[in-house]
């Protein structure tokens, strides 16, 4: 057969790994090779036994590489290659942040359990990842109302954050963004879709407070190799106080609807 027919080992395993069985990526195969053909051509063309090939047509279907026209009988066509894994890749990385979010609800669950008096009044972090867990976890927590001063450096995050933001949304929950005008745009779209978005230029910091009783404080960086530095605190009086200076910049004469 054609050198340009055939896939290498190297093809075959790259295609089983991200999801693929053997019989799926024959049968993917031979429709590229062949356009429109029904499940018995391909059974002949990519030697799948007739009982395994409609398992298979109909799997390759189901993930989005080949299109089915109910005729009689059935005919296949091949989705493009570059189309196809596109499809998938948006399709996993849906699946993924789903996964994501219900594992991370369960887990933070069984985490805060231990009791509000296993807590410190004030916790001090250090780097990108022990920051994004913490903020992450007030978020889930948060009840009634969030507010969030987001600098622009801070914008590479948004994804890391939006679908909880979605989540909180659904329940009901009242979410105030406050950020500088130097936001890019895409990152200012993601937000606003969640939440009401003011911007400010002259922005000192930033942090999140969870219904006037949690809040994380955004320092910069720190003196261990330059990493970033933040305060998370439950102290009543901490909370209330960002709360209240949160809510001055809110509605000052420099902050703009955006």
């Given at each position: 057969?054609?050198?340009?027919?055939t896939?290498?080992?190297?093809?075959?395993?790259?295609?089983?790994?991200?999801?693929?069985?053997?019989?799926?990526?024959?049968?993917?195969?031979?429709l590229?090779?062949?356009?429109?053909?029904?499940?018995?051509?391909v059974?002949?063309?990519?030697?799948?036994?007739?009982?395994?090939?409609?398992?298979?047509?109909?799997?390759?279907?189901?993930?989005?590489?080949?299109?089915?026209?109910?005729?009689?009988?059935?005919?296949?066509?091949?989705?493009?290659?570059?189309?196809?894994?596109?499809?998938?890749?948006?399709?996993?990385?849906?699946?993924?942040?789903e996964k994501?979010?219900?594992?991370?609800?369960?887990?933070?669950?069984?985490?805060?359990?231990?009791?509000?008096?296993?807590?410190?009044d004030?916790?001090?972090?250090?780097?990108?990842?022990?920051?994004?867990?913490?903020?992450?976890?007030?978020?889930?927590?948060?009840?009634?109302?969030l507010?969030?001063?987001?600098?622009?450096?801070?914008?590479?995050?948004?994804?890391?954050?939006?679908?909880?933001?979605?989540?909180?949304?659904?329940?009901?929950?009242?979410?105030?963004?406050?950020?500088?005008?130097?936001?890019?745009?895409?990152?200012?779209?993601?937000l606003?879709?969640?939440?009401?978005?003011?911007?400010?230029?002259?922005?000192y910091g930033?942090?999140?407070?969870?219904?006037?009783?949690?809040?994380?404080?955004?320092?910069?960086?720190?003196?261990?190799?330059?990493?970033?530095?933040?305060?998370?605190?439950?102290?009543?009086?901490?909370?209330?106080?960002?709360?209240?200076?949160?809510e001055?910049?809110?509605?000052?004469?420099?902050t703009?609807?955006?």
């Amino acid at each position: 057969m054609d050198r340009l027919m055939t896939l290498s080992e190297r093809a075959m395993a790259s295609l089983e790994a991200l999801g693929l069985t053997g019989s799926e990526v024959k049968a993917y195969v031979a429709l590229l090779k062949g356009g429109t053909m029904t499940a018995s051509d391909v059974s002949r063309e990519a030697r799948i036994p007739y009982s395994k090939v409609y398992d298979a047509l109909e799997s390759l279907h189901r993930h989005g590489w080949v299109e089915e026209q109910k005729r009689r009988p059935t005919v296949y066509t091949a989705k493009p290659p570059d189309t196809a894994l596109e499809e998938l890749k948006s399709r996993q990385e849906t699946e993924r942040k789903e996964k994501e979010q219900f594992a991370l609800e369960e887990l933070m669950g069984i985490y805060v359990s231990r009791g509000e008096q296993e807590k410190p009044d004030i916790w001090i972090m250090r780097g990108t990842n022990e920051i994004l867990s913490r903020v992450k976890n007030l978020l889930l927590n948060c009840r009634a109302e969030l507010l969030i001063a987001l600098p622009a450096q801070l914008a590479p995050f948004t994804d890391r954050i939006e679908p909880l933001l979605a989540t909180l949304k659904e329940k009901g929950v009242k979410c105030l963004i406050l950020t500088s005008p130097d936001l890019p745009k895409e990152a200012a779209g993601q937000l606003a879709r969640h939440s009401e978005l003011r911007t400010r230029k002259t922005m000192y910091g930033g942090g999140l407070v969870s219904d006037s009783r949690e809040v994380v404080l955004l320092l910069g960086g720190g003196e261990q190799g330059g990493l970033p530095l933040a305060i998370w605190a439950s102290h009543h009086g901490l909370a209330s106080f960002a709360k209240d200076y949160f809510e001055f910049l809110w509605n000052s004469p420099g902050t703009t609807e955006r």
